[in-house]
């Protein structure tokens, strides 16, 4: 039997299609079914590449007995995370509060008009570890909406209340400055793992907005402490588990604090946030393993998530299937010294197995191993190690592939322009640009339509129905203003002031304050407004580093002021919380720094526009090319001409202007190149 959410396009909701439990997913319909009915709503919240969402749908939602009484006694309603990132957000935050954890698969129980009153994650099939079935659970909260019913109003109205009074002020006032920059290093220098690299301990997730701010505080000050977190943790990372030593890319986490062993589910936005991250720490450093880090992560993700319409799937699962045909996490991934002896033969597979690290106990479950570097600085042949590599990864193309999450995220789709945009251009590679520049064409054909309002999704080439979020206008056009400075194509900046006015106009409340969801969205219990990353930037702070690009290109003062307002949070936080406002402290040191604007009267992809990508001087804006139509493409180069015919560089900041050069190596000096 299928149910409502075939008609859907998330490939999460299609993975229920089929249950036997009556699916709507999240709609006005909905909550209109169960006051007719005068049943509580279900809400069940999860995502494609989600482990334990599996292990419950095939142990609850899959069950023909606990769906009839589910079916009987609620309307069930299914959402995907990444396509309504603001319901997950409201109900995650009452969760938590409750529970004190969050997670999903999520399970949350609501009236009729959406106000929710009991609380879970992943429910098992029978009791355990002092968990109640999720059966057990269907029937406590159905005995209490009918018997108990002024109690359960009464926990509702208390929960909204009290996510009601949480909203945000803007957070401090006026703009970051060197005091709080210092006591959020302060910070982050107290959580470093100083023997493993990252922060804190297990499970350890990729730091990539704070080796971001790590980076560009080491450009503006010279710092060599924020220099060597940034490095060490990037060497760990690239050495260990956590990345993928055979095709590139990274895992969404590691479970433990060596990085050993990930969470195996690869996500866009991990690979294009640490893709970035790589390709500016060899621009800082000059690391060969940095550089090759950078272009085989993007490799991965043209190679594994580009779409037939030219953007980039959401995520690879955890799981897929092992010899046996059972679903498993990590089977595509691991290896035992005998599967490395049957590809290879004896002696390479000996080699293979010291070099990765497959032993005969594993490092894995079932004697299996996950293949990482060994930190011994001892000599390898180059040659046979890529040899072996690419036998290795030839057979495990054999295997049975981890399933794709195919919609297109816009916001994750911004992240992936600005890396392979920027990887790109800094190891020429045109191919990667035009693959940016593909992604870039089909936000702005599928998700932009006519009205300049994003869409969050898309999946086959058609837009979902769902609004884009604050970080889906942030990020996109952090994307489309990577992709403008490195193509000297003026249109990327007149779309990210599209979607900036956008957000000047939908998102911004008193005092600079930022919403996750536009004046005109959909309400909900609570308007949501998180400034902390999650795996992403925050979209507050994603926003607010869009509109200080964009106000360094055109001038604007409207958007300069946007992003010192929305920065007042940082200032609140950055102190306290460093290392979930990473990307906040990246925007602030582009903001102390100026950010620098770069005029390059000159050919694009000239030695003088070259080294200008490659200055490191933090959220410096470059704008090149030559001839008359130069300025009606960006307003940096209006009035810039050649000096003595030769291409030449300007750079401004503060309303300053140094001499005008010709000169890369002068250029280089002024960037911190």
């Known amino acids: 039997m299928a149910n409502r959410l075939t008609q859907t396009t998330s490939p999460y909701l299609l993975q229920h299609a089929d249950n036997p439990v009556d699916w709507w997913p999240w709609s006005p319909g909905a909550f209109e079914e169960a006051r007719r009915r005068d049943v509580p709503v279900l809400l069940s919240v999860g995502y494609a590449s989600c482990h334990w969402c599996h292990v419950m749908a095939h142990e609850s939602f899959e069950d023909e007995s606990v769906a009839a ?226 272009l085989e992560t993007a490799d991965f993700m043209v190679r594994e998530l580009r779409t037939a319409e030219g953007g980039f799937a959401s995520a690879l699962d955890a799981d897929s299937e092992d010899r046996q045909g059972k679903h498993v996490e990590g089977a595509f991934y691991v290896w035992t010294p005998a599967q490395l002896r049957e590809v290879l033969g004896e002696e390479d597979g000996a080699f293979a197995a010291a070099y990765f690290g497959v032993t005969e106990e594993g490092t894995f479950e079932e004697g299996a191993s996950v293949l990482q570097l060994s930190n011994e600085a001892r000599p390898v042949d180059a040659g046979r190690v890529a040899d072996v590599r690419a036998r290795l990864l030839a057979a495990r193309e054999e295997r049975p592939r981890p399933g794709r999450d195919d919609k297109v995220v816009a916001a994750w789709n911004g992240l992936a322009i600005a890396a392979l945009a920027e990887t790109g251009a800094y190891f020429d590679r045109p191919d990667l640009v035009e693959r940016a520049t593909e992604a870039a064409d089909l936000l702005v054909r599928v998700h932009l339509g006519e009205v300049a309002r994003l869409t969050r999704t898309s999946k086959d080439g058609r837009a979902g129905d769902n609004a884009g979020v604050l970080e889906d206008y942030g990020d996109v056009a952090e994307g489309f203003l990577a992709l403008a400075a490195v193509t000297g194509e003026g249109a990327w900046l007149e779309f990210a002031g599209f979607l900036l006015d956008v957000v000047l106009e939908q998102f911004t409340g008193e005092g600079g304050q930022l919403y996750d969801t536009a004046h005109e969205a959909e309400k909900l219990i609570r308007r949501p407004q998180d400034p902390t990353d999650s795996a992403t930037p925050a979209g507050w702070t994603a926003a607010a580093g869009a509109l200080l690009s964009y106000a360094a290109y055109t001038g604007s003062e409207a958007h300069r002021t946007a992003a010192e307002g929305a920065l007042g949070v940082v200032k609140a936080l950055a102190p306290r919380a460093p290392r979930f406002i990473g990307w906040g402290l990246a925007v602030a040191e582009a903001l102390l720094d100026g950010p620098r604007e770069v005029a390059v009267a000159g050919p694009v992809g000239g030695e003088l526009h070259r080294t200008a990508l490659l200055g490191r001087a933090p959220g410096a804006v470059v704008a090149a090319g030559e001839g008359p139509g130069a300025g009606a493409e960006f307003p940096l180069l209006v009035d810039r001409p050649l000096v003595g015919g030769e291409p030449t560089a300007y750079v401004c900041r503060h309303f300053v202007c140094d001499a005008p050069t010709t000169d890369a190596g002068e250029l280089a000096g002024k960037l911190g190149g």
Not at 77 to 99: G, N
Not at 110 to 125: M, V
């Open 69 to 294: 009484y589910l079916n009987e006694r609620f309307v069930a309603v299914k959402v995907d995370r990444e396509e309504r990132p603001d319901v997950d957000a409201v109900y995650m935050e009452a969760v938590q509060a409750a529970t004190g954890h969050g997670g999903w698969p999520m399970t949350v129980f609501l009236t009729p008009d959406a106000e929710p009153f009991y609380f879970g994650t992943y429910f098992p099939p029978e009791p355990r570890h002092g968990s109640p079935s999720f059966q057990q659970v269907l029937e406590g909260v159905s005995a209490a909406w009918t018997d108990r019913r002024e109690e359960v109003a009464e926990v509702a109205g208390r929960i909204v209340a009290d996510l009601a009074g949480r909203s945000l002020a803007h957070g401090g006032d006026g703009v970051p400055g060197e005091a709080e920059i210092a006591q959020a290093l302060l910070g982050l220098t107290r959580e470093y793992d100083e023997q493993h690299g990252g922060f804190g301990g297990a499970p350890k997730f990729p730091p990539a907005m704070v080796v971001e701010f790590l980076l560009r505080h080491y450009a503006r000050t010279g710092s060599e402490g924020a220099l060597q977190m940034a490095a060490d943790t990037c060497s760990a990372m690239a050495r260990g588990g956590i990345y993928d030593q055979l095709g590139g890319g990274f895992a969404r986490y590691s479970v433990d604090r060596e990085w050993v062993v990930p969470h195996f589910e690869k996500m866009l936005y991990d690979n294009a946030l640490l893709c970035r991250v790589y390709a500016h720490l060899w621009r800082t450093t000059g690391s060969a393993e940095a550089r090759r880090i950078a």
